[in-house]
Structures are given as C-alpha cells and as structure tokens.
C-alpha cells in the first residue's frame, strides 16, 4: 500500500513563503500524478496544483504564487508557495495516483493526512 506523509506547514506572515513536501512510499510503484489540494472547515477540498510527468496545473488563485515540482526520484513532490495572503490558510494534502505492484499490478490512489497552513499577522 502506498503511503505519503506531509512536511513543512506552519505559521506565516501574509506575504511570507513556505515549501511543502510529500513523500511516497510503501512496495513497487510508479506514480503517475502528484497533487496538492486543500480544504478549509465547512468547504470542499480543492485541487491547488498538480503535475503528471513534466505537465502542471494550478488553480487560478494560486497561479504567479506557487509551483509544484517533483524530486528526482519521482516519489517526492513539493510546493512552493510565495506570497501567501490570508485566504490561503487551509490544510493541505498530498495526492497521489499511479500503478502498483511486482506480479500483478492494480492502479492505486493515495492521500496524505494533511499539514497544515496557517497565513496570519
């Protein structure tokens, strides 16, 4: 089974940056798309960036702000996120969907269990 655990929320200024990194683990298996999303209390989780092999894509309110990039070894990813306003404070999880498997293979989905981001003066 796939596992991705969450690193580098906090506290920060409006203005300020954080980076966030997810890594996966857990047997053989090939990602194929890593994401961020992020949910606030009493809203739907939202998808703010994701990438599947060298293509990305951002939600509109965090485009010029953040970038999402993979590691090297594919099974990390990270978000930078620069400029942060207070509307970005949330809980933010990773994603995860790909193949996994030795002999037979299946196609898995993966979530983090989240860190969170908190965007205040």
């Known amino acids: 089974q796939v596992h991705l655990v969450e690193s580098g929320g906090g506290l920060v200024q409006p203005g300020g940056s954080l980076r966030l990194s997810c890594a996966a683990s857990?047997?053989?298996?090939?990602?194929?798309?890593m994401a961020w999303h992020r949910q606030v209390p009493g809203k739907q989780r939202e998808l703010v960036a994701q990438?599947?092999?060298?293509?990305?894509n951002y939600a509109d309110s965090v485009k010029g702000r953040f970038t999402i990039s993979r590691g090297d070894a594919k099974n990390t990813v990270y978000l930078q996120m620069n400029g942060l306003i207070l509307e970005d404070t949330a809980v933010y999880y990773c994603?995860?969907?790909?193949?996994?498997?030795?002999?037979?293979?299946?196609?898995?989905?993966?979530w983090g269990r989240g860190t969170q981001v908190t965007v205040s003066s």
């Open positions: 994603y995860a969907d790909g193949t996994a498997g030795l002999t037979f293979f299946y196609k898995f989905t993966a």
């Open positions: 857990g047997g053989n298996f090939s990602i194929n798309t």
């Open positions: 990438i599947t092999h060298d293509d990305t």
